[in-house]
């Protein structure tokens, strides 16, 4: 399938969770109304609810996923039909899957993707390293992302993004390559870029002020207890 997104560039992923200020639809909506206004190409967005009002209220991409814990499970990124069947009735263009080696995912992945294609939608393999991103090209995946490099064990863990991962996906994947995960300036965004990136995903930098802050800081409190 062809992209839908109209040209590469920065998607805004608006997401918040019980017990952050900013938790809601309604604050979603506005931070994505805002983030398109600045020039997103597309939304992220997390759970039926706030897919469906921030479908209406934007006329980009909308990539949707659905968070949900499963005892005994560490996969927690749209981990079953169900959890596509919902995001899918809320309206997204684009699915996110965990596309991680992980508890046999593979098998089911590719029941999910066949499922997403049939109902017109489009897939976001979300990856750890070069060789799931790989396995979700072959399985049908439309976008490749770095979301969880980090974020699974046998990935590579640093605070940095992970653009040695973008640039050996670039020179082997032929599905739109997206970079995502720990790119907190703008600078980071372009480096991903000239790496090899088609899409840049950014989110708590831009729509979790609290995180914003609490690094601000955490730098200047550093330089303070120095002196």
Known sequence: MASLFNKKGLIVSCQA????P???EEMMVRMSIAAVQGGAIGIRSNGAADIKAIKKAVNVPVIGLLKRKIE?????????LEDVQTILEAGAD???LDVTDREDRYSK??????????????VMADISIAEEAIKAEQLGADYVSTTLSGYTPYSLQQEEPDLELVEALKKVLKVS?????KIWSADDAVLALSSGADYVVVGSAITRPEMVTK???A???DFLNQK
């Open 109 to 122: 992945v590719k029941v999910l993707i066949d499922y997403i294609h049939q109902a017109g939608a489009q």
């Open 94 to 96: 684009i699915v996110a």
């Open 219 to 221: 730098q200047m409190s």
């Open 215 to 217: 690094r601000f800081t």
């Open 22 to 24: 900013l938790f809601g």
């Open 177 to 181: 390559l997206i970079a995502e995960g």
């Open 72 to 80: 005994g499970s560490e996969i927690y990124i749209t981990p079953e």
């Open 17 to 20: 969770y019980p017990g952050d």
